[in-house]
């Protein structure tokens, strides 16, 4: 090959790294995050998971918080999926996040306020809600963090989408995605209707979901796993998947 010894580099000027390697453990929403981002770029990685009740020594060494994901770029452990996300995005194209620098600071702020969004009081307490009289709590904290994403869609992005920016796929997209898979799953036995109320969110969750390097980005067995996610925090809707069917 006449190109052999031709250095490569990124189309920032980068060099480009010899080597990706995920480390990742199956139901995490945020190492999805991360997959999301390298699937719409095209980036290839290996992957190895882990079991998060028995962290091997190797990982605490490279992950200061003992968390997935890890994305080592050649010797260099990066930590964060937000960290990563960026990374990613300034490496490959397409780039993911807009062009104009105020829209970019707003999509930046959607991403940082993901957590207060997914958890704590937020949609994975309805996910994972632990019963039903808990349910009314978790869906009214839940609305409020809905309704602010609704209002951002409404106010912020001036088109029809269907993802957040408009028609392509952004950083926020790969950040929301995998809360409102998971969020799905659950909905199918809890049936609550939530997304419902919040018309723009609800399509935009219509949209990921639809999108295969969205809902692919994670194993085969994800399904099974996440089900046992289900069982072993004990919640209703594994509750509810479980119940015997009532008698005629
Ligand atoms: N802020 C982190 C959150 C990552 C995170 O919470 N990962 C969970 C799995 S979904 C984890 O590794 N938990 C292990 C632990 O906390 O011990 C990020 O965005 O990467």
Not at 60 to 65: A, D, G, K, R
Not at 93 to 122: C, S, V
Not at 127 to 137: I, V
Not at 224 to 244: H, K, P, S
């Amino acid at each position: 090959m006449i190109f052999d010894d031709v250095v490569r580099f990124t189309t920032w000027g980068e060099p480009m790294p010899e080597k990706f390697h995920l480390i990742s453990s199956v139901t995490c929403p945020w190492v999805q995050r991360s997959v999301i981002t390298m699937r719409a770029k095209g980036v290839e990685f290996d992957v190895t998971y882990i079991n998060l009740q028995d962290k091997p020594d190797w990982f605490l060494e490279i992950s200061p918080h003992g968390k997935v994901p890890v994305l080592k770029v050649d010797d260099v452990a990066l930590f964060e999926s937000n960290a990563i996300a960026e990374y990613l995005d300034e490496m490959f194209e397409p780039r993911l996040h807009p062009a104009d620098p105020i829209k970019r600071a707003q999509n930046r702020a959607w991403t940082d306020f993901l957590p207060t969004f997914g958890w704590g009081p937020g949609l994975n307490n309805v996910t994972y809600c632990p019963s039903k009289e808990a349910l009314p709590e978790a869906l009214d904290a839940a609305r409020l963090r809905l309704s602010r994403l609704e209002d951002a869609i409404a106010k912020e992005r001036g088109n029809d989408g269907p993802y957040f920016n408009g028609d392509t796929l952004s950083l926020v997209d790969a950040a929301y995605g995998p809360f409102l898979q998971r969020f799905s799953i659950s909905e199918k036995v809890l049936q609550t209707g939530l997304l419902e109320e919040f018309p723009l969110v609800s399509a935009w969750s219509g949209a990921l979901l639809a999108n295969e390097t969205v809902t692919g980005a994670v194993p085969p067995n994800f399904s099974e796993e996440f089900n046992r996610n289900l069982e072993r925090r004990g919640t209703y809707a594994w509750a509810l998947m479980t119940a015997a069917p009532a008698a005629e």
